[in-house]
T-cell receptor, first 115, second 114 residues
């Protein structure tokens, strides 16, 4: 078990370009979460999956954002027509079960810089 | 709606001194509470969690936190700071039937002086 892995670790893109991030959760974990963290702030919830089903999306997830978990394993987060305000660390987390007291394991994040 | 407030965005202590990081929550129902630590360019690592079994919770690396319902607080303490404790600390709340998502405070950066 290598933990939650995210790829790439860093991404620099020009405004208006599309970007896609990948998250590989811990293998037996059925819950997968995406968070966004801006400088000096705590992570903010974006969306989560139970297996392949996307169960909740935050209002932070505008129409330019889309997330998938096609086979209930890895997940992708795509941002279309990036804006400078999208610059942030994107964190993925996974857990076994979705109870409120369940520990979520976080990846190291993908740092996006939009220039 | 639930929220988390961490008092003090930066805390500085001397090596060997007591660490106290403050966290207050707002919730209309009994919450589950967590403390996570984040080292530079790393993901978040769970330090400890409160799940109603005991109000004093012990975590890794000698950290502990006490849930005080009357004060709606969950402050994090460590008796003796070590240089390796320098990091960002986040308090978070999760509620029953909310899918396990976490609501985080804004974080407290801990510096440890030699």
């Amino acid at each position: 078990d290598t933990g939650v892995s995210q790829d790439p670790r860093h991404k620099i893109t020009k405004r208006g370009q599309n970007v896609t991030f990948r998250c590989d959760p811990i293998s037996e974990h059925n819950r997968l979460y995406w968070y966004r963290q801006t400088l000096g702030q705590g992570p903010e919830f974006l969306t989560y999956f139970q297996n392949e089903a996307q169960l909740e999306k935050s209002r932070l997830l505008s129409d330019r954002f889309s997330a998938e978990r096609p086979k209930g394993s890895f997940s992708t987060l795509e941002i279309q027509r990036t804006e400078q305000g999208d610059s942030a660390m994107y964190l993925c987390a996974s857990s076994l079960g979705g109870g409120a007291n369940t520990e979520a394991f976080f990846g190291q994040g993908t740092r996006l810089t939009v220039v | 709606a639930q929220s988390v407030t961490q008092l003090g965005s930066h805390v500085s202590v001397s090596e060997g001194a007591l660490v106290l990081l403050r966290c207050n929550y707002s919730s209309s129902v009994p919450p589950y509470l967590f403390w996570y630590v984040q080292y530079p360019n790393q993901g978040l690592q769970l330090l400890l969690k409160y799940t109603s079994a005991a109000t004093l919770v012990k975590g890794i690396n000698d950290f502990e936190a006490e849930f005080k319902k009357s004060e709606t607080s969950f402050h994090l303490t460590k008796p003796s700071a070590h240089m390796s404790d320098a990091a960002e600390y986040f308090c978070a709340v999760s509620l029953y039937n909310q899918g396990g998502k976490l609501i985080f405070g804004q974080g407290t950066e801990l510096s440890v002086k030699p």
